[in-house]
T-cell receptor, first 114, second 114 residues
Framework: GNSVTQMEGPVTLSEEAFLTINCTYT??????LFWYVQYPGEGLQLLLK?????DKGSNKGFEATYRKETTSFHLEKGSVQVSDSAVYFC?????????????FGAGTRLAVHP | DTGVSQNPRHKITKRGQNVTFRCDPI?????LYWYRQTLGQGPEFLTY????????KSRLLSDRFSAERPKGSFSTLEIQRTEQGDSAMYLC????????????FGDGTRLSIL
């Protein structure tokens, strides 16, 4: 079945460091891919998305490119801030049932210190 | 633009009691989803509504769980005879119709079973 694998956290970085969070997926067909962010005590916020191969999603300095050949959707940011500290979830949209059930990875906690 | 609203934010109850959660989706969204998130994990799909019709239920949704979406507006999720294992964050999401439409999440209801 469809699945998403994320790198384990926590990831601890200093402010202004470069961030990469790895995400790979297994899917039949051509799913859409998403990154969601979850701050403590809150629900998930959509960070960015890509709907087809080679698409690049971007938002708030974060980027991820849909790589079909490596089945990956790695999240990157050139310079992180303390306010980026959160849990990041990679997800794919399984539309085999005619609707978009999201399948999530386990999440990667990011801690950025000054 | 009001987002997805969930109530209550927190619910503490004794084992064996019944609980009900409410979700108000974004008004123009006809698709509504429920997910469950346990500590340190990504959300897992529970059930999906298109308008008032419940079109899929996960095997995670035992017969103690029931969800409704009368008139295709708000939705309720009820858990009868709660068990310790039901302790989790219950997340609601909504989206427009369309294969590539992203889901927008509420802040969730955290259920704690004593």
């Amino acid at each position: 079945g469809n699945s998403v694998t994320q790198m384990e956290g926590p990831v601890t970085l200093s402010e202004e460091a470069f961030l990469t969070i790895n995400c790979t997926y297994t899917a039949t067909g051509y799913p859409s891919l998403f990154w969601y962010v979850q701050y403590p005590g809150e629900g998930l916020q959509l960070l960015l998305k890509a709907t087809k191969a080679d698409d690049k999603g971007s938002n708030k300095g974060f980027e991820a490119t849909y790589r079909k050949e490596t089945t990956s959707f790695h999240l990157e940011k050139g310079s992180v801030q303390v306010s980026d500290s959160a849990v990041y979830f990679c997800a794919l949209s399984d539309s085999s049932g005619g609707y978009n059930k999201l399948i999530f990875g386990a999440g990667t906690r990011l801690a950025v210190h000054p | 633009d009001t987002g997805v609203s969930q109530n209550p934010r927190h619910k503490i109850t004794k084992r064996g009691q019944n609980v009900t959660f409410r979700c108000d989706p974004i008004s123009e969204h006809n698709r509504l989803y429920w997910y469950r998130q346990t500590l340190g994990q990504g959300p897992e799909f529970l059930t999906y509504f298109q308008n008032e019709a419940q079109l899929e239920k996960s095997r995670l949704l035992s017969d103690r769980f029931s969800a409704e979406r009368p008139k295709g507006s708000f939705s309720t999720l009820e858990i009868q005879r709660t068990e310790q294992g039901d302790s989790a964050m219950y997340l609601c999401a909504s989206s427009l119709e369309g294969e590539r439409q992203p889901q927008h999440f509420g802040d969730g209801t955290r259920l704690s079973i004593l």
